[in-house]
């Protein structure tokens, strides 16, 4: 059975509303007309520059709300509206180019924190001007109470003082039409014009499903369960905070909408445990069930998958999917069991029964070294001897006895053997990583990798961070980093890349990938004219509270980020042959801010600085 398509006659699969991407309001205009003429609702999708423009669509798509307040009458509130609806339409051509992938970089994801303040702020503002607003109300009602209790006491008596008649023509004909006035008038053009300014800054779609499959993503890379994510109790973590029941669904809810079952009961049955704890959310357990039933059932639990939607059949008997699912699935159990009794003791049977397809478990994935590059990720499976690990040492090392280093050597430790990655201590001072940061902060880009077959720079779901390029004749600090490179590598940089800087986002990481261009890849860096990647230089330029380790699944290493330091290894052999035992991934991160910046060494000027090897494992 394919996803989404029901059997027939049976309401099985659960419908949610369809999720448009990149929609960011819905106008509704009410139609000019005699009698009651159903309004027409608008919707702007927007995809790159076009725009398509659909019916009636649920209110429930936009939770409910509608963007001009209300439905506005046909008379003289229509062209207010219609301001609206240009500022609206305005807002949305904005928010078409501002797609800025903010998850991909907990860097720039520190700027909503300040428009998020900057919005609080002026809903305050606007709270208090409502709260004035209704003060005055107040104190003018009081006022009148007080008066007319008096006043039918003895309604002639008091009219027959002269100045009560006139106060009361007064009331009636001025003070009533002001206090009018005053409850119409709307205190949120302040707060709304600013929302619909910052709106164009506000993440995606996009991004809002990007930050819930990375925390799919750490699930299973650190096995974490659902709990503990959603305690927040996360290690080295200082602001800790939790996830409602309404977070866990719609969690489940975009695991679904990938076809994951697995994520998708995992996060359900955590939604349904804090509901059935009493806590209060949105969502309720007939919608979770609904969700988790079926999940339940795509793993092959037609048991368990029975017993939920009877569970939810309790709560709400008339349930149309739920009472089609529960005849399919009692029809199905029956009809397993008889299978099952007719084949009692016969070989094929048993071996039938074994061999039934069991579809429990992650969805499958296209990285065959996943296990392994998730164990080094945990800090397991690191395979280092001891007996490799007594000739690894820590030494002061003076670049071949560079004159400026002859007199302060730096601090140069092994962290692996084969392939060789030392680890530089205090190479690159908190000064210079601010710099670098301040340099490359406004120019980060969500980071690409080369398509192996076209060669085009794309983005890919298996690198997920930003990164900026800075030159050398940019800034001294810059110029001053690439001269300690060269001076301690022995290499020639100038033929080398410009320093790229890279900051994760959310779960952010790079999967197993190689710098250098195999064999299959001959135009891999064609244009740069400078050959392949020698060799590999990394600064971390921040300390990262749990996660985010570098790690080479082929030979089971894993180094761990320490602010100022720098790892380096040669990715290719004297011979220039690449080494494939350098294959590396950037772990996700966990927990904390990873910020890392990188050279690629090319061979072009290395001729006489590294010399050609004649074995090509040499």
């Known amino acids: 059975m394919t996803r989404g398509s029901p059997l027939t006659s049976v309401f099985l ?41 659909f019916p009636e669509i649920p209110p429930l798509l936009f939770g409910g709300e509608r963007a001009c307040s209300d439905i506005v009458s046909c008379g003289d509130k229509m062209a207010r509206c219609a301001v609206w609806h240009v500022l609206l339409l305005g807002g949305l051509l904005m928010a078409a180019e501002a797609s800025n992938d903010f998850f991909t970089s907990i860097g720039q ?59 009361l023509m007064k009331r009636l004909n001025t003070e009533w039409g002001e206090l009018e006035s005053l409850v119409l008038k709307d205190m949120s053009d302040g707060f709304i014009s600013n929302l619909t300014v910052q709106r164009q800054y506000f993440p995606t779609d996009e991004d809002q499903t990007g930050a819930a499959k990375a925390l799919l993503r750490l699930q299973d890379t650190y096995q ?84 939920l939607t009877k569970r939810l059949l309790r709560l709400d008997p008339e349930h149309q999917r739920a009472n089609g699912n529960l005849k399919y699935f009692e029809y199905s159990l029956l009809k397993q069991r008889k299978a099952e009794q007719e084949e009692q003791g016969s070989e094929q049977g048993e071996r039938a029964k074994k061999a039934a397809p069991v579809n429990k478990g992650r969805p499958k994935d296209y990285l065959p070294e996943r296990q392994k590059y998730e164990q080094l990720c945990r800090g397991e499976g690191i395979k280092l001897t001891p007996r490799r690990q007594s000739r690894l040492f820590c030494r002061y090392y003076n670049g071949n006895r560079h004159p400026r280093f002859i007199l302060g050597p730096v601090r140069q430790e092994d962290e692996w053997d ?94 197993p990938h190689f710098d250098f261009g195999r064999k299959d890849e001959p135009d891999a860096f064609k244009e740069l004219g400078t050959g392949n990647r020698i060799a590999t230089w990394l600064f971390y330029m921040s300390d990262v509270a749990a996660g985010g380790a570098t790690v080479f699944p082929e030979v089971g290493a894993a180094v761990w980020p320490k602010k100022g330091t720098a790892v380096f290894w040669y990715n290719l052999f004297a011979s220039g042959e690449g080494d494939y035992s350098t294959r590396h991934a950037a772990c996700p991160v966990l927990v904390g801010n990873k910020w890392v910046s990188n050279k690629w060494i090319h061979e072009r000027g290395q001729e006489f600085r590294r010399r050609c090897g004649l074995d090509e494992s040499e």
Not at 41 to 51: D, E, F
Not at 149 to 160: K, M, R
Not at 250 to 271: C, F, N, R, V
Not at 442 to 462: F, M, W
């Open 13 to 53: 699969v659960p419908s949610p509303p369809p999720r448009l991407l990149r929609v960011q309001r819905a106008i509704r205009v009410q139609v000019c007309g005699s009698g009651s003429v159903p309004g027409l609702l608008v919707v702007l999708q927007l995809s790159g520059t076009k725009i398509s423009i």
């Open 109 to 167: 994801m520190t700027d909503l924190l300040s428009t998020e303040k900057d919005l609080v702020t002026s809903l305050k503002d606007y709270i208090r001007a409502e709260e004035s607003k209704l003060e005055q109300v107040k104190q003018w009602a009081e006022k009148l109470d007080k008066l007319t209790a008096v006043a039918t006491q003895d309604p002639e008596g008091f009219l027959g003082h002269p100045v009560n008649a006139f106060k």
């Open 224 to 307: 974490l369960d659902t709990h503990t994510l959603s305690t927040g109790d996360l290690p080295g973590v200082v602001y800790r905070s939790t996830m409602t029941a309404d977070d866990c669904f719609e969690l489940g809810k975009i695991a679904y909408s990938d076809a994951d079952y697995y994520h998708t009961e995992l996060w359900m049955a955590q939604a349904l445990r804090q509901l059935d704890q009493g806590e209060e959310a949105t969502v309720d357990k007939v919608t979770v069930l609904d969700y988790l039933s079926y999940s339940i059932y795509q793993q092959g639990e037609l048991e368990r998958a029975l017993e």
């Open 418 to 511: 084969r392939p060789r990655i030392v680890r530089y201590h205090d190479i690159i001072s908190h000064h210079e990583i601010e710099t670098v940061k301040e340099l490359a902060k406004p120019r980060l880009r969500r980071a690409t990798i080369s398509n192996p077959i076209t060669g085009v720079l794309e983005t890919a779901h298996y690198r997920i961070s930003k990164s900026a390029w800075l030159a050398a004749y940019e800034h001294p600090v810059v110029d001053r980093i690439n001269q300690r490179i060269q001076d301690l590598t022995g290499l020639d940089v100038t033929t080398a890349e410009e320093l790229q800087v890279a900051n994760y986002g959310v779960g952010g990481q790079y999967e």
